[in-house]
T-cell receptor, first 114, second 114 residues
Framework: DAGVIQSPRHEVTEMGQEVTLRCKPISGHDYLFWYRQTMMRGLELLIYFNNNVPIDDSGMPEDRFSAKMPNASFSTLKIQPSEPRDSAVYFC????????????FGEGSRLTVL | QQQVKQSPQSLIVQKGGIPIINCAYENTAFDYFPWYQQFPGKGPALLIAIRPDVSEKKEGRFTISFNKSAKQFSLHIMDSQPGDSATYFCAARGGYSSASKIIFGSGTRLSIRP
């Protein structure tokens, strides 16, 4: 398997613009997670899905953030409007063994908001 | 109570030395303690994990020591190599097996000098 695939790898945008990050989980993994990594806050869980259904979005920082999983092989994380403090590396991860099982991370999307 | 406290924040060790990374927790319901390794530009990946009924686990040069009464656990890297330079995250699962979320420590940036 190719692993978790994320795109874009790098995104530079201006404040106020809409940003969409994409993720393809490992085939057969029914849990999908979105994390944000910053120097100050480390790895933060934003939201996770089970069988395409959002289960826990308590980590989503604001209403500007939204996530969808229209099918088992695709998820998006959208930020609208973006702000400089959203600059971070966003990781998607998937798991076969449940929400507490081994997490398989993608290589991340580095977002810079100017 | 849901936190995992990790130290040090950064660590520099000469090749062949034994870096030690420490973590502490409060919640006695935590039932699984994984360590993740992250190389620059990559996502974290599971390195080694331990359950609280075991005091030590070794996989190659990596050893987890677990002290249940002190609610502490640590990662030791024997005969460290420059290729071990990475960020290491300790983590804990919130209890009740794979239905609970993984909670990450703040990370330790390890550098092994040649």
């Amino acid at each position: 398997d190719a692993g978790v695939i994320q795109s874009p790898r790098h995104e530079v945008t201006e404040m106020g613009q809409e940003v969409t990050l994409r993720c393809k989980p490992i085939s057969g993994h029914d849990y999908l997670f979105w994390y944000r990594q910053t120097m100050m806050r480390g790895l933060e869980l934003l939201i996770y899905f089970n069988n395409n259904v959002p289960i826990d979005d308590s980590g989503m920082p604001e209403d500007r953030f939204s996530a969808k999983m229209p099918n088992a092989s695709f998820s998006t994380l959208k930020i609208q409007p973006s702000e400089p403090r959203d600059s971070a590396v966003y990781f998607c991860a998937s798991s076969l063994q449940g929400v507490g099982g081994e997490l398989f991370f993608g290589e991340g999307s580095r977002l810079t908001v100017l | 109570q849901q936190q995992v406290k990790q130290s040090p924040q950064s660590l520099i060790v000469q090749k062949g030395g034994i870096p030690i990374i420490n973590c502490a927790y409060e919640n006695t319901a935590f039932d699984y303690f994984p360590w993740y390794q992250q190389f620059p530009g990559k996502g974290p990946a599971l390195l080694i994990a331990i359950r609280p009924d075991v005091s030590e686990k070794k996989e190659g040069r990596f050893t987890i020591s677990f002290n249940k009464s002190a609610k502490q656990f640590s990662l030791h890297i024997m005969d460290s190599q420059p290729g071990d330079s990475a960020t290491y995250f300790c983590a804990a699962r919130g209890g009740y097996s794979s239905a609970s979320k993984i909670i990450f420590g703040s990370g330790t940036r390890l550098s092994i000098r040649p």
